[in-house]
C-alpha cells in the first residue's frame, strides 16, 4: 500500500511534464514564428516612395522632391540639354561643344568604324556587313536629307536609337559620340559633298601638296601649276621577272 501511495505522485509527475512542456515548446514557436513573420514582412513592404510615385504626404502630391537651395552637383551636372542630347529647343544643333580638330576627327572615324560601319559601311553607305546578312538597310548618309541633317540630329540617333536601331548611349561616351558626329559630316564631304574650290585657301595647297606627292603633276603650260622643283625622270621600269619555275602554263 505504501508502495502504491509512494509511486502515485511519480506517475502524475511524470505523466503530466510531457504535456506541459510540449504545449509551452508550441506557444513559443508560435510567438516566434509570429514575431519573425511580422519582422520580415515589415522590412519587405515598408513605407516608401517608388520613383514618380504620387504622394500623399507632401503637399504638392509629388513624392520626387526638389532639390534643396544651394546643392552642389558631384559628377556630371548636365545642365546643357543641347550637349548631352544634340537638341535645343526641339532643333537639332549645328555644331558639336567643341571645336572639331583633326585628333576629334580620327578619334570619331575609330568609334565609327566599330561601332557604326558594321551595320552603316565605312563610307556610309549603309551596307555594312550585317545588313548583306539581312539586317534592315539604313538610308545612306549621301542621302540629301541626310546631307542636310544637322549634327545634332546624328548625335541624338545614337543617343536615342532610330526605328530598329538601338540607342548606342551606354557603349559611346558623349564625347565619342560627337566625334563620330562630326566625322560623320567628313564622311559627307569625302564621297562627293565638296568640291575643290569649296576649301580654304590653306586647306586647298595642303590638299595640292598631298596629291604631288601621291603622283607627278600633270605638265601644264600655266608655269603657275609647274612645281618650282623640276620632276625627277622616271625610273627606268624594271625587266619582268622571269616567269615562275613552278607556274603551270
Ligand atoms: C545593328 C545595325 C546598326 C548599327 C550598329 C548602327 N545603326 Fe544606325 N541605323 C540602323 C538602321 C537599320 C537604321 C534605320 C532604322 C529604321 O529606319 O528603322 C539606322 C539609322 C541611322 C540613322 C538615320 C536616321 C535617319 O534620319 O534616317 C543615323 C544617323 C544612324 N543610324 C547613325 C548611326 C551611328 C552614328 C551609329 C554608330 C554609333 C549607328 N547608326 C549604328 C542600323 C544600325
Redesign the pocket.
Known amino acids: 500500500m505504501a508502495a502504491a501511495r509512494a509511486e502515485a505522485p511519480v506517475a502524475a509527475w511524470s505523466g503530466a511534464t510531457p504535456l506541459r512542456s510540449r504545449a509551452l515548446a508550441l506557444v513559443l514557436a508560435m510567438a516566434f514564428s509570429v514575431l519573425t513573420h511580422g519582422c520580415r514582412h515589415d522590412m519587405q513592404n515598408q513605407n516608401k516612395v517608388r520613383p514618380y510615385r504620387e504622394s500623399v504626404f507632401f503637399p504638392d502630391g509629388s513624392s520626387a522632391r526638389p532639390l534643396p537651395a544651394h546643392t552642389v552637383a558631384q559628377g556630371d551636372l548636365r545642365a546643357d540639354e543641347a550637349v548631352y542630347t544634340g537638341i535645343r529647343g526641339g532643333r537639332p544643333v549645328a555644331d558639336p561643344p567643341f571645336p572639331v580638330t583633326r585628333e576629334v576627327l580620327r578619334r570619331g572615324r575609330e568609334r ?1 568604324d566599330i ?2 560601319s ?3 559601311g565605312r563610307v556610309g553607305d549603309g551596307r555594312g556587313m ?1 545588313v548583306t546578312r539581312g ?5 545612306s ?1 549621301h542621302d540629301d536629307r ?1 546631307r542636310q ?1 544637322q549634327v545634332g ?2 548625335f541624338s ?2 543617343t536615342q536609337g ?4 538601338p540607342s ?1 548611349a551606354a557603349q ?1 561616351s558623349v564625347a565619342d559620340r560627337w566625334a ?1 558626329a562630326s566625322y ?1 559630316r567628313a564622311l559627307q564631304l569625302s564621297q562627293g559633298g565638296a568640291t575643290l574650290g569649296e576649301l580654304p585657301e590653306a586647306a586647298r595647297q595642303a590638299i595640292a601638296g598631298d596629291l604631288s606627292e601621291i603622283s607627278a603633276p600633270p605638265v601644264s603650260s600655266n608655269p603657275q601649276a609647274t612645281p618650282a622643283t623640276p620632276a625627277a625622270p622616271p625610273a627606268p621600269k624594271p625587266a619582268p621577272a622571269p616567269p615562275h619555275p613552278r607556274r603551270i602554263p
Open positions: 565609327f561601332f557604326c558594321p551595320c552603316h550585317i539586317y534592315k538597310q539604313p538610308t548618309f541626310l541633317a540630329w546624328f540617333v545614337m532610330f526605328g530598329v536601331m548606342y559611346v563620330i560623320i
